[in-house]
């Protein structure tokens, strides 16, 4: 504090003056003596006040002030060269501030390096290089809440340069992209194209160049950030490059994207008029074959068996060595000519075709068990299909003949689930649970976008049947020791004979009950989850079981020899 008589500089609450005695709380007036000797005196050096006239000899003027006579005494304070020192660093701050403000803001300046000169033609980036795009489309869905990017929010920061402001902006930001595309920093340069762009007319020097050069950056903005699987935004990305200038590049990545993202009609749209109108692209055409069908399985699980046909001979077309397509095809025109007479029950979640009217009671028992399938399954497992599953029964004979499964086999489910009926007409335990099991492996399959490892997807059937491992026993007990591996039964049982499926069953069985015991029946919805996302197996497992697939094979086969060996 200061003291309000004599401002010397005093602790905190003192109550009296150590240079003028008075207590420097309140202003006290000062006797003629005091105020003779202080006539003139100017106040004390740290006020910064040099400019104070001196009174000494000027006639004194009545003060309108109450308090008369009063002085600034006092001596200079220590902190005077820190204060100054303060100050000035404090405006040096506030100036640099602005002038950073100003330059950051202003059209003059790029956030980075612009070339050194500006030549007297604008220089196209080449054709997007062939290597960016991928052989083909990740034909798995984008994961859930992944979030689109603007181009601002991937532009970067870099240095801020001084530059010729006699050189017009959109020259200064076309030369910016340039720097940054050829740096791979393909976020900046599409940003600065499009500042370029934005800031050039039709009529300006390099317009088009602009504009293609805009649209470069783009595509391989999109195929950077198809490479890290958000399809979404890399779509987006495709879409604007196309929008500007298109070219086999864009085309083919909005096509991928389309097919990654499950749109395969837009796909089909897209990859078709890139094999018109650019030239043939071997990888194009397996892509489009395989948008062909995925396509056809749709239609397919829609029991839309005729268009089914069509789009799977539309993927023979494009490579007839394909055996699989040919075997598959074979398989859906049998399919097609047996189901050619047979009726059908469509709801919002089932369609049940069986054959003839007289199974009409049949068919009706079976959308009755499918129904309680969906509520008890969905909520084991919190998931309800938000597309109809479709279901066909067949007569025994005709089961087998259009299925051509093994004789152990009793259903089965390949997109749609079939059933060998043999004149049902009412609710039984064992057409429940047949029914219970199928309807698994139709939501298994949509989870997992039809990735899931058989062990999984059979072990999951059976348990929600309500199967247990105990009903296996038997056969647990004489295959303990044997070392069977999960690795082993990841593929198709069909090959099976009824022994080996058996073993297969149980194994299956004793796996998945063993992960739900352990860690929950959502970890198994997660595995599939992961896997539906792209992963591999031993990825989603590592991912949801926090072990490796190995650990997890080896303490399950622990657990087995302990219970089964002794």
Known sequence: MFCKNCWANLPDDTEQCSKCGLDPRVVHEADAHDSEDSQGQAPPAWLGNTSVPDTSKTPEKPSRCPVKNITLQGEPSRKDPVVRIVFVVAMLIVIGGGVYHYKTTSKELSLVELADSVGPEFARIESVAADLAPAGPVLVPQGAGLAEQSLVQLASSGPVVKVDTDIPGYVRDFNAGSKAFKAGNYADAAFYYKEAYKAASPEDKGFETIKINLARSLTALGWKIYGERDFQSAKDYFEEANEHYMEDSSLKGYGYSQASLEDYAGAVDSLTRLLKEYAPDVDVKKTLKQVYVRLADQELSGSRTASSVRLMQQAQALDPDDENISSRLKALKRESDHEAGFSERRGSRFNVKFEGGENAVTGNVIAILLEAAYQVIGTELSYY??????????????????????????????????????????????????????????????????????????????????????????????????????????????????????????????????????????????????????????????????????????????????????
Request: charged letters at 25%; one cysteine or more; proline letters at 3%.
């Open 385 to 566: 299909p938000d597309t109809p599953i479709s279901a066909v029964l067949y007569s025994k004979e005709g089961f087998r003949d259009v299925t051509r499964s093994p004789a152990w086999a009793g259903a089965l489910y390949d997109g749609r689930i079939k059933i060998p009926t043999g004149g049902i007409t009412e609710k039984t335990s064992k057409l429940e649970a047949v029914l219970f099991h199928e309807y698994t492996h139709a939501v298994v399959h949509r989870i997992a976008k039809g990735r899931a490892p058989t062990w999984l997807n059979e072990g999951l059937a059976q348990y929600l049947e309500n199967k247990r491992e105990a009903d296996y026993s038997r056969i647990l007990t004489s295959t303990a020791g044997d070392g069977v591996r999960l690795s082993h039964l990841e593929g198709s049982f069909m090959g099976m004979d009824t022994n080996s499926a058996a073993l297969a069953y149980s194994v299956s069985l004793s796996a998945t009950e063993y992960i739900i015991r352990e860690y929950g029946i959502y970890a198994c919805k997660r595995i599939l989850e992961e896997l539906g996302s792209g992963r591999t197996l031993a990825q989603a497992v590592s991912s949801v079981l926090f072990i490796s697939y190995d650990e997890l094979q080896d303490s399950w086969q622990r657990y087995l020899k302990r219970k089964y060996s002794d």
